[in-house]
């Protein structure tokens, strides 16, 4: 029964690594599909190739999302009953639930929500739900601080990188001027391609090893299993191939027009902010938050009443609703779960 559950987790893990795929697959390409810098089809095939080699790049990200929920010392060494082992299974079933229930209803409606806090909100409420400790330490310190300073730094920093390329390249022909950043954008859709596959496949990589480690495969501190990071980095990379067209319209046309200029300035400020958070603070942050807020900062460079601001308040909104709506959607997924399974 353990092992058909760890079975299940696993595959409902990679399901949520597909959904996360073609849900942020536009975060990487919308900028430069709307400045017809790449043809859709180009873009995403790269951009699925991209997020395959992030995977490969890292582990630490991963190893803070398997930080999230604090079971005890006894579960994590193996040391307690098959029906402990069971429900530390199903809380962390439940959490991916509410991840992919949440990016299923936001793509629906072409809103770029956070597949990551998706995440994290589903495995907070599943655990809270099942009467396990959320390591609040990581999550305020890893997850929240992150997730309010990334968008203002990278709206910051789109900004004056903008304003710095009008002035670098201010007597080239304006011709001229975005052929060249049509094929530099080339050069950033892949970086931020590449840093989505770092950031996001290792979440679910995190969420497996978390999954094998209360089922009593891994212990703490074991480095992440190739074939997780395999599978992981495959099914991101598939859904990202499946395409993301909703989300990658708000992104690249409603919020405002993006021209190639813009599209790298965006694209290069996101990428960087990935790349920075991943490696040195190890923080799981919103691709979505990153690039839309980056989006928003080089747009503002035209005027701040370019950019539509309207759209932009709505994409606030499900930011802030993304952690209590992913964790009410976990928590009911917890009650639907644990009652026929613990009792089977």
Known sequence: MELAIIIAVVVVALIFDYTNGFHDAANAIATSVSTRALTPRVALVMAAIMNFIGAFLGQKVAHTVADVIKFDEATLAGDVSSELKIHALIIVMAGLLGAIGWNLLTWYFGIPSSSSHALIGGLGGSAIAGGVAVNWDTVVQKVVIPMIIS??????????????????????????????????????????????????????????????????????????????????????????????????????????????????????????????????????????????????GVGATKRFSAVRWGVAKSIVFAWVSTFPAAALIAAACYWLLHLPLEGF
């Open 151 to 296: 968008p203002f730094f990278a709206f910051a920093a789109g900004f004056v990188v903008m304003i710095a390329i009008m002035w670098i390249f201010r007597r080239m022909n304006p011709h001229k001027a975005n052929r060249n950043f049509r094929l530099a954008q080339t050069a950033s859709a892949a970086a931020m391609a590449l840093g989505h596959g770092l950031q996001d496949a290792q979440k679910t990589m995190g969420v497996i090893f978390l999954a094998l480690l209360a089922g009593g495969y891994v212990s703490q501190g074991d480095d992440l299993p190739f074939w997780v990071i395999a599978a992981a980095a495959s099914a991101i990379s598939l859904g990202t191939y499946a395409g993301g067209w909703r989300i990658m319209r708000t992104l690249g046309r409603r919020i405002i027009h993006l021209d190639p200029p813009r599209g790298f300035a965006a694209e290069s400020v996101a990428a960087s902010v990935l790349y920075t958070t991943a490696y040195v603070f190890e923080a799981p942050i919103s691709t979505t938050h990153t690039i839309t807020s980056a989006v928003m």
